[in-house]
């Protein structure tokens, strides 16, 4: 069976760094694209952007340009997120979700990871 | 940048037909997905390809996708049905959801 778990809750302070990780299984890895979506609590979905677990560039929504890192660890199976230089409003659910095939929609998602911009 | 607009609440009956509406510039041209999240929990994809049921979802949930609309139709719509739709579209090789549909079914 598919599956994709995430990492669980992080609260980090106004400009730090947060490393969201998704770890994949039931399916072959690298035949898949992989997506995060941003969740602000009571929002919609707001899609960050695609990493290509089989190598080749990254693309990023334009509002997070300069801010998040995707990569991937095919060794485990694992995307990971990185977004910098939080903010209050990036307190969110963070997704992964898997895409059905290129330029197509998401067939299975992460259970969410909960991030808190505090001081 | 490319918006996809629905409407934010639709009510429904039980039993009755549900259509949630999501449109945006020449929709049609693209393929349309539709999810379903419930309070707490993780999207569902209940439509892809404009008119694909995955795996697991009900009959009655269907779709459709022409000139700048497309349409998630639930028939029948039970009370499990109620919870927020978003629909989504590629554009310029980037993704883009609607701001999502809160059904009530009352």
């Known amino acids: 069976q598919v599956h994709l778990v995430q990492s669980g809750a992080e609260m980090k302070k106004p400009g730090a760094s947060v490393k969201v990780s998704c770890k994949a299984s039931g399916y072959i890895f690298i035949s898949h694209y992989m997506h995060w979506v941003r969740q602000v609590p009571g929002q919609g979905l707001e899609w960050m952007g695609i990493i290509n677990p089989n190598g080749g560039p990254t693309r990023y929504a334009q509002k997070f340009q300069g801010r998040v890192t995707m990569t991937r660890d095919t060794s485990t199976s694992t995307v990971y997120m990185e977004l910098s230089s939080l903010r209050y409003e990036d307190t969110a659910v963070f997704y992964c979700a898997r895409g059905l095939s290129a330029a197509d929609a998401f067939d299975i998602w992460g259970q969410g990871t909960m991030v808190t911009v505090s001081s | 940048s490319y918006e996809l607009t629905q409407p934010p609440s639709v009510s429904v009956s039980p039993g009755q037909t549900a259509s949630i509406t999501c449109s945006g510039d020449?929709?049609?041209?693209?393929?349309a997905g539709w999810y379903q999240q419930k309070a707490g929990q993780s999207p569902v994809l209940v439509i892809y390809q404009d008119t694909k049921r995955p795996s697991g979802i009900p009959e009655r949930f269907s779709g459709s996708n022409s000139g700048n609309t497309a349409t998630l139709t639930i028939s029948g719509t039970q009370t499990m049905d109620e919870a927020d739709y978003y629909c989504q579209a590629w554009d310029s090789g980037t993704v883009v959801f609607g701001g999502g549909t809160k059904l009530t079914v009352l």
């Open positions: 020449k929709l049609g041209d693209n393929y």
